[in-house]
């Protein structure tokens, strides 16, 4: 019997995406998509609590989380790596990664538009400094 999920990666209603950019997941996301426990997802997680090591080299065998600056930011992984773990390390045949836009509100409209303000400022501001 062939056991299929799907990773479904749920965006912030906050987050602006352009075409080639994923939502990156976190530890409850990976557990929900995966149904493995938190202290599973941990386990496997390419990282060293102990020693306080980050940014380890890649492992075939781990889930490779994205780079991170401290230890105070959480771990992350791009969706593509958890597909690639649930096949390879997991040995789940057939993984389906969907990524879903936002629900759009009023909120995430307003953002938009103050997002692209900032963005006309800021080309603005540069084109001054910049003669």
Known sequence: MAIS???????LPFSILT??????MDVEAIQKALGRSRASIYRYAN????EGWRNLPYNPKKLNPELRESDREPLLFHPTEVSRFARDVLKIKQVTIQVQEPIQNETNRL?????????????????TRNP
């Open 5 to 11: 999920y799907q990773i479904f990666v749920m965006t």
């Open 47 to 50: 990282t060293d609590p102990m």
């Open 111 to 127: 953002l938009r538009e103050i997002l692209q303000e900032l963005q006309a400022l800021n080309q603005a501001i540069g084109s």
């Open 19 to 24: 075409d080639h950019t994923y939502e990156l």
